[in-house]
């Protein structure tokens, strides 16, 4: 119920105690009536006028006459009119935001920074009589120390050591949290925004870097292919490796090209072949045999390997 309210009805009260008075007693005129009556009426209104009420989370820090007299709360209190007011202080957590302030670190690149700190005011009594505005003072505080810290720093120390900026400025506000009376809870740096062509810069170096990786990853596995390739090539007979060679040959012209173009060694292959079958070396080769007799071979070889592997 707003104070206003009661109030009022405890004027239209002492009305009524007055009217009913009045036609009761006949011998006490109500002119005889009229000077106490309106006394204890503004008597009335000056006490209901220094009633106040203060939220559970509220207290109010009261000054008498200048004073510090009290610190009261919550709920309902009575303040003296004209001789005593009253400055109400908030206890929930409070969460103070910093605009973006320019900084420059030590290799000369100009950030801008925005920092957040949560608080809870433990102390009304301080926080009214020690610091003008608290806010303010913790956010001004923050600005100072945050130049100062990221000042001598490098632009690579300051994204690298995020966390132990947070701890120093968190350190700071713990020095001075008794004398003005409140209790920090947190503080972070909640951005770092770089200049936008260091931003570019910094992203095209790390596209090369991640491009020079990929390319030695790759590198480095068609190098251990290629070893392990040089590894089983040496093991195998040179009938193998021409049969293999001509089993090349064969798998190209059965794609969609109707033309193969054979290589200068091709007549060291077919040296080696004619080498390789009984008869006489000076008639012509018939080379549906030699391909019927090389795929019966590659046949059988595989027949091997699965017979080994099992």
Same mark, same amino acid.
């Given at each position: 119920? @707003?104070?206003?309210?009661?109030v009022?009805?405890?004027?239209?009260?002492i009305?009524?105690?007055?009217? #009913?008075? %009045?036609?009761?007693?006949?011998?006490?005129?109500?002119?005889? @009536?009229?000077?106490?009556? %309106?006394?204890?009426?503004?008597?009335?209104?000056? $006490?209901?006028?220094?009633?106040?009420?203060? +939220?559970?989370?509220?207290?109010?820090?009261?000054?008498?006459?200048?004073? #510090?007299?009290?610190?009261?709360?919550?709920?309902?209190?009575?303040?003296?009119?004209?001789?005593?007011?009253?400055?109400?202080?908030?206890?929930?957590?409070?969460?103070?935001?910093t605009?973006?302030?320019?900084?420059?670190?030590?290799?000369?690149?100009?950030?801008?920074?925005?920092?957040?700190?949560? $608080?809870?005011?433990?102390?009304?009594?301080?926080?009214?009589?020690?610091?003008?505005?608290?806010? !303010?003072?913790? $956010?001004?505080?923050?600005?100072?120390?945050?130049?100062?810290?990221?000042? =001598?720093?490098?632009?690579?120390?300051?994204?690298?050591?995020?966390?132990?900026? !947070?701890?120093?400025?968190?350190?700071?506000?713990?020095?001075?949290?008794?004398?003005?009376?409140?209790?920090v809870?947190?503080?972070?740096?909640?951005?770092?925004?770089?200049?936008?062509?260091?931003v570019?810069?910094?992203?095209?170096?790390?596209?090369?870097?991640?491009?020079?990786?990929?390319?030695?990853?790759?590198?480095?596995?068609?190098?251990?292919?290629?070893?392990?390739?040089?590894?089983?090539?040496?093991?195998?007979?040179?009938?193998?490796?021409?049969?293999?060679?001509l089993? %090349?040959? +064969?798998?190209?012209?059965?794609?969609?090209?109707? =033309?193969?173009?054979?290589?200068?060694?091709?007549?060291?292959?077919?040296?080696?072949?004619?080498?390789?079958?009984?008869?006489? =070396?000076?008639?012509?080769? !018939?080379?549906?045999?030699?391909?019927?007799?090389l795929?019966?071979? #590659?046949?059988?070889?595989?027949?091997?390997?699965?017979?080994?592997?099992?």
């Amino acid at each position: 119920m @707003q104070k206003e309210v009661i109030v009022f009805l405890v004027v239209i009260a002492i009305l009524f105690s007055l009217f #009913y008075q %009045a036609s009761s007693a006949k011998a006490i005129s109500i002119s005889d @009536q009229a000077i106490p009556i %309106a006394t204890l009426i503004v008597g009335l209104l000056i $006490i209901l006028k220094g009633i106040f009420e203060f +939220k559970e989370y509220e207290r109010a820090v009261v000054l008498r006459l200048g004073r #510090y007299s009290r610190t009261v709360g919550p709920g309902w209190v009575w303040i003296v009119p004209i001789f005593e007011r009253f400055i109400t202080v908030d206890l929930r957590v409070q969460t103070l935001d910093t605009a973006p302030q320019e900084v420059q670190t030590k290799d000369d690149v100009r950030l801008k920074v925005d920092i957040v700190s949560f $608080i809870r005011v433990t102390n009304p009594k301080k926080v009214v009589l020690e610091v003008r505005n608290l806010n !303010n003072a913790i $956010i001004k505080l923050l600005q100072g120390e945050i130049r100062l810290t990221i000042g =001598k720093m490098d632009l690579d120390e300051v994204i690298e050591e995020t966390e132990e900026i !947070n701890e120093h400025l968190f350190a700071k506000l713990r020095e001075v949290e008794d004398a003005w009376g409140f209790n920090v809870l947190r503080v972070e740096l909640e951005t770092i925004e770089l200049p936008p062509s260091l931003v570019e810069a910094r992203t095209k170096a790390r596209e090369a870097k991640e491009f020079k990786e990929k390319a030695e990853t790759e590198a480095s596995a068609r190098q251990v292919a290629l070893e392990i390739l040089d590894k089983a090539a040496s093991k195998l007979s040179d009938k193998t490796m021409t049969y293999l060679y001509l089993d %090349a040959l +064969k798998r190209v012209s059965e794609g969609r090209s109707n =033309k193969i173009i054979f290589p200068l060694e091709l007549s060291r292959l077919a040296s080696n072949i004619a080498n390789s079958l009984p008869g006489d =070396k000076k008639e012509s080769p !018939n080379f549906e045999q030699i391909l019927e007799g090389l795929k019966k071979a #590659y046949l059988e070889k595989q027949k091997d390997a699965l017979e080994k592997k099992t």
